[in-house]
């Protein structure tokens, strides 16, 4: 059973800090990682991508890859209310198109 | 370009009862998804087409859940009879290549 851990928070930062959510995955073959972002109601949307170890940023957010360790992270900076939402690290597996989901790290920024 | 459209977007049936969602992928999207969201929970795999074709059934309670693709476009996901855990958001998702695009969700609530 392929597995991907979240904390599930809640995660707590002011408004204009740096939020740091983390994810770790079972499948050691896994080359493909995915950070969803999901509104509280709404159905989970792709924010970032990542393949390859290292760091991919994208406005302000970076998605951090270290496959040695299994993990991955999401840095999200001046974080906005806005942002207050739960995000789920995904993990395609080895030579498959299956999505593994973790259960999510809700983020509160706070004004 | 039109996104994933589901439908119905809520349904409250009684246990023992049963229901049928309905899925259109995104035009040209071979790959197409169904995941049970649990309240509090990250999205769950219950099946994965490659055009018309099963890839991963894996996770279906095939006692009481069925899903179907006809002419590898639309999709149908059926549960008969439902049972109280059953009460969800049903999750429908269509990729080009590992990357998903999700629909709006079908809620279902089992009385």
């Known amino acids: 059973q392929k597995e991907v851990e979240q904390n599930s928070g809640p995660l707590s930062v002011p408004e204009g800090a740096i939020a740091s959510l983390n994810c770790t995955y079972s499948d050691r073959g896994s080359q493909s990682f995915f950070w969803y972002r999901q509104y509280s109601g709404k159905s989970p949307e792709l924010i970032m991508s990542?393949?390859?170890?290292g760091d991919k940023e994208d406005g302000r957010f970076t998605a951090q890859l270290n496959k040695a360790s299994q993990y991955v992270s999401l840095l999200i900076r001046d974080s906005q209310p806005s942002d207050s939402a739960t995000y789920l690290c995904a993990v395609l597996g080895a030579g498959s198109y299956q999505l593994t989901f973790g259960k999510g790290t809700k983020l509160s920024v706070i004004p | 370009e039109a996104g994933v459209a589901q439908s119905p977007r809520y349904k409250i049936i009684e246990k023992r009862q049963s229901v049928a969602f309905w899925c259109n992928p995104i035009?040209?999207?071979?790959?197409l998804y169904w995941y049970q969201q649990i309240l509090g929970q990250g999205p769950k795999l219950l099946i994965q087409f490659q055009n018309n074709g099963v890839v991963d059934d894996s996770q279906l309670p095939k006692d009481r859940f069925s899903a179907e693709r006809l002419k590898g476009v639309d999709s149908t996901l059926k549960i008969q009879p439902a049972k109280l855990e059953d009460s969800a958001v049903y999750l429908c998702?269509?990729?080009?290549?590992?990357?998903?695009?999700f629909g709006e969700g079908s809620r279902l609530t089992v009385l």
């Open positions: 990542i393949y390859s170890n």
């Open positions: 998702a269509s990729s080009p290549t590992g990357e998903l695009f």
């Open positions: 035009s040209g999207h071979a790959t």
